[in-house]
């Protein structure tokens, strides 16, 4: 409306100069066609810029919207697990039990995977509909605060949703041919009286077993996606680094990505924590249940543990992955701000002492890292506030010191992914790695054997 008004006075103020003087001077016509061109061009820039802002916000809603629904947490999310993922298996476990079956069937093997495959299915499916839910999509991966950014790692991000993607079907596909070969392997050993029937429960099983793989594969995948988008964004901080920018420049983008490393901490903790205790828990079950077992154990009635214990260690693996990668950029970021402080030092003496002028340039970095901060709740979930510059300081200061206590600061704050303040670092990672490892190895031990009994 104030272009529009802009231009009536325009017009206005043309009329009463025509009035007041017999003529405009040919200078003064055109300045007026110039003025009146440029009004349209701005009222047609801002009617352009309004539509391509509602259509971008459309795009958006619908993307999350897609990605809701691939995931499966819409507000019916929960009953469709429960019918789904809990009440159709108990269905089939009741209706194809066989009494006389005891070397190809066993019902506490089959409850025991149904528990413990449901529980981790469960976790994942309600963390990962909770924070998409809350924060939606693009809140959640961090890629639409800040559009310069966005826009700036735009083909990386595209590449590591991509990736998401791939990785999630590649892995699905593998478990379910697995879990494919061992209920054929079953039907026909163990089939009913028609093979309709048997059909229609290998479907059943297929159905149910991938519908609770997808939730789980999801759940972690989704927190690799997460720390791998924000991996990026620290590798590329030594790209800061190169301008000759304010030091002051350079601590605001590090508290800013030690936010959103506090962040995801924040909202993955109960999920991570969650998994690594049910997983080993059904692990310890899974290998107390073959070890006491008496009977003739086989890939037949046991192969769903194997099926199962190779589930887990991938949405293990995943996790770890993300979270051994984030911790290891940001311990890494004190070397790198220690050898960016050393160059630009030595450069600066060598200028003073040849008594000529030099360009310095920041040295480019390949690994950088962010660090964790403790905030409360509140400031977790609030955004980002840029920290205020005092410019008295700043310009009293010299470079060197300025420079000097930002590395000691980035030193005296090294971290990374943490839970509940125990930061997952590499010793940790191995360590729950290789206990994981080594239950699923005795798991995969007592269940995928031959027996000639």
């Known amino acids: 409306m104030s272009h529009i008004s802009s231009f009536s006075t325009v017009e206005e103020s043309a009329d009463e100069h025509e009035i007041g003087d017999e003529y405009l001077t040919e200078k003064e016509q055109y300045q007026l066609l110039l003025d009146e061109e440029a009004l349209r061009e701005t009222l047609e820039e801002k009617t352009r810029a309004e539509?391509?802002?509602?259509?971008?916000?459309?795009?958006?809603?619908?993307?999350?919207?897609?990605?809701?629904?691939?995931?499966?947490?819409?507000?019916?999310?929960?009953?469709?697990?429960?019918?789904?993922?809990?009440?159709?298996?108990?269905?089939?476990?009741?209706?194809?039990?066989?009494?006389?079956?005891?070397?190809?069937?066993?019902?506490?093997?089959?409850v025991e995977i149904l528990v413990s495959q449901g529980v981790v299915a469960a976790i994942a499916l309600f963390c990962v509909s909770r924070n998409l839910r809350k924060y939606g999509v693009r809140k959640l991966l961090f890629v639409d605060e800040y559009d310069a950014y966005a826009v700036l790692y735009r083909k990386l991000y595209i590449q590591k949703i991509n990736g998401f993607f791939r990785g999630l079907a590649v892995w699905l596909l593998v478990c379910l041919l697995l879990k494919t070969a061992r209920e054929v392997t079953r039907v026909v050993y163990l089939h009913h009286d028609s093979w309709w029937l048997s059909a229609a429960y290998l479907i059943a099983s297929l159905v149910t077993w991938a519908y609770s793989a997808i939730i789980i594969l999801s759940g972690t995948a989704l927190f690799n996606l997460v720390g791998n988008l924000q991996?990026?964004?620290?590798?590329?901080?030594?790209?800061?680094?190169?301008?000759?920018?304010?030091?002051?420049?350079?601590?605001?983008?590090?508290?800013?990505?030690?936010?959103?490393?506090?962040?995801?901490?924040?909202?993955?903790?109960?999920?991570?924590?969650?998994?690594?205790?049910?997983?080993?828990?059904?692990?310890?079950?899974?290998?107390?249940?073959?070890?006491?077992?008496?009977?003739?154990?086989?890939?037949?009635?046991?192969?769903?543990f194997a099926v199962l214990s190779i589930l887990e260690?991938?949405?293990?693996?995943?996790?770890?992955?993300?979270?051994s990668k984030i911790s290891h950029r940001a311990q890494a970021l004190g070397s790198v701000a220690c050898r960016w402080h050393a160059l630009i030092t030595c450069d600066s003496n060598d200028a003073s002492q040849s008594g000529t002028s030099i360009d310095i340039k920041n040295t480019a970095v390949n690994s950088m890292g962010s660090l964790g901060v403790n905030n409360s709740e509140s400031e977790l979930e609030s955004d980002f506030v840029p920290f205020a510059t005092h410019n008295q300081f700043a310009s009293s200061t010299s470079s060197y010191h300025k420079r000097q206590s930002f590395v000691s600061y980035v030193q005296s704050n090294t971290g990374g992914f943490t839970i509940f303040g125990w930061i997952i670092d590499r010793m940790l990672i191995n360590t729950i790695f290789f206990i994981e490892l080594s239950l699923i190895f005795f798991v995969l031990g007592k269940t995928i054997t031959i027996t000639l009994r």
């Open 231 to 304: 991996v990026i964004r620290i590798e590329n901080y030594g790209k800061i680094l190169e301008k000759d920018l304010d030091v002051s420049v350079y601590i605001e983008e590090h508290m800013r990505l030690a936010h959103y490393l506090s962040k995801i901490s924040h909202r993955f903790r109960v999920f991570l924590l969650l998994e690594f205790l049910v997983v080993t828990g059904s692990q310890f079950a899974a290998l107390l249940q073959t070890t006491q077992n008496k009977g003739i154990i086989n890939f037949i009635n046991t192969g769903d």
């Open 313 to 323: 260690l991938v949405g293990i693996v995943l996790c770890l992955s993300a979270a």
């Open 51 to 110: 539509k391509e802002w509602e259509e971008r916000i459309r795009q958006e809603q619908a993307h999350d919207e897609l990605f809701r629904l691939e995931f499966g947490v819409q507000s019916d999310s929960e009953s469709v697990f429960v019918v789904i993922g809990v009440v159709t298996p108990i269905t089939l476990i009741v209706y194809s039990f066989c009494s006389d079956c005891a070397k190809y069937q066993i019902r506490q093997f089959e």
